[in-house]
């Protein structure tokens, strides 16, 4: 056990809670073989098996549920003593691991880009995926801190809020009710609609919306990314409710336009959040004060421009 690598512990770790080992290679960058030959050789270290396959499913022995636990200890002392070294260092040096929700990834790398500039000795990984995965890693305290829409109560966090998001129906510039006021929300209903993926906070919200409502909406499509869904508008598939945000900088210029609908834009917010009891960082803590100064910034950078009417492509008849 004594020549087990950190890596074969790292690699054990994420197959145990992602419990596939396809999902572990992909969260660790590594392929599939050389996931299975750290386990291999990890499984000859200990003389137990790990893991057990029964139908599709992977399952941990007993072995492998002792090891798993002692892994939590191993890594959570491991980050606590990077941390103390960093502090030690006296400040702005060492890691910041970020995970964010799809949609913020339309302002935090200039959040991040500032922010490094100020601090050229922090290393940041930023995480972007959708919510119920930053959900899940922030359970699994994976990183030091999470930017995502409101935190379940039922998730034990401690949760901040820094800037608005406001959701928005969008449809192509040249849809019948781009130009039109006051749409109502039973118009709207007999519309296509594209959704984001299952996990997405931006569908949450949307059918939460519709669903109060009492509607159903007309799902034309499912797509994974924001960037998708505005191509498939542009290509008049549908219309889609989504983040003002994703129309920051690299909107299809003027082939999109916001509609007037009854009761929109819906009102959400971007929290920084991490779990509750946790031990912040100086670097960690150096960033959280920076987000709470940030947001003023962001408002000037961000789709106000083109809300307020300065971009001449983009058209929003809300205005
Ligand atoms: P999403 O999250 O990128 O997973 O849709 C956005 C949100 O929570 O508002």
Not at 7 to 29: G, M, N
Not at 84 to 108: E, N, P, W
Request: charged fraction near 25%.
């Amino acid at each position: 056990m004594r020549h087990s690598t950190i890596r074969q512990l790292e690699v054990f770790e994420a197959i145990a809670r992602l419990k596939s080992f396809t999902r572990a290679a992909e969260e660790l960058f590594l392929t599939q073989p050389t996931v299975s030959m750290q386990i291999k050789k990890l499984t000859d270290e200990i003389g137990l098996p790990l893991f057990e396959q029964i139908g599709k499913k992977i399952y941990l022995t007993d072995a492998g549920k002792e090891l798993y636990q002692t892994c939590l200890g191993i890594f959570e002392h491991f980050s606590r003593f990077e941390m103390i070294a960093s502090d030690m260092k006296g400040l702005k040096s060492g890691k910041l691991r970020l995970a964010v929700v799809t949609t913020a990834k339309y302002f935090t790398p200039r959040l991040l880009g500032m922010f490094c500039q100020k601090y050229p000795d922090i290393d940041v990984a930023l995480k972007v995926t959708n919510r119920e995965r930053v959900l899940e890693r922030l359970t699994n305290n994976q990183d030091d801190l999470y930017i995502l829409g409101q935190v379940p109560d039922a998730v034990d966090a401690v949760a901040e809020v820094f800037l608005d998001n406001q959701l928005v129906v969008m449809a192509s510039a040249d849809h019948p009710l781009s130009c039109e006021k006051k749409i109502s929300i039973e118009r709207i209903c007999d519309e296509l609609f594209i959704m984001r993926e299952p996990g997405s906070g931006t569908r949450m919200a949307t059918e939460r919306f519709f669903s109060e409502q009492n509607k159903k909406l007309k799902v034309r499509m499912e797509l994974g990314s924001n960037e998708a869904i505005k191509q498939a508008i542009v290509g008049r598939l549908g219309i889609a409710v989504l983040s003002r945000h994703t129309l920051a900088l690299d909107a299809p210029m003027g082939q999109l336009a916001i509609l007037d609908v009854e009761g929109f834009p819906i009102e959400r917010h971007w929290y920084f959040a991490y779990p509750s009891g946790k031990q912040l960082s100086i670097v960690a803590q150096t960033f959280l004060e920076y987000l709470r100064q940030a947001s003023d910034y962001l408002d000037d950078l961000s789709c106000r421009h083109a809300i307020s009417g300065h971009c001449p492509l983009l058209k929003d008849s809300q205005h």
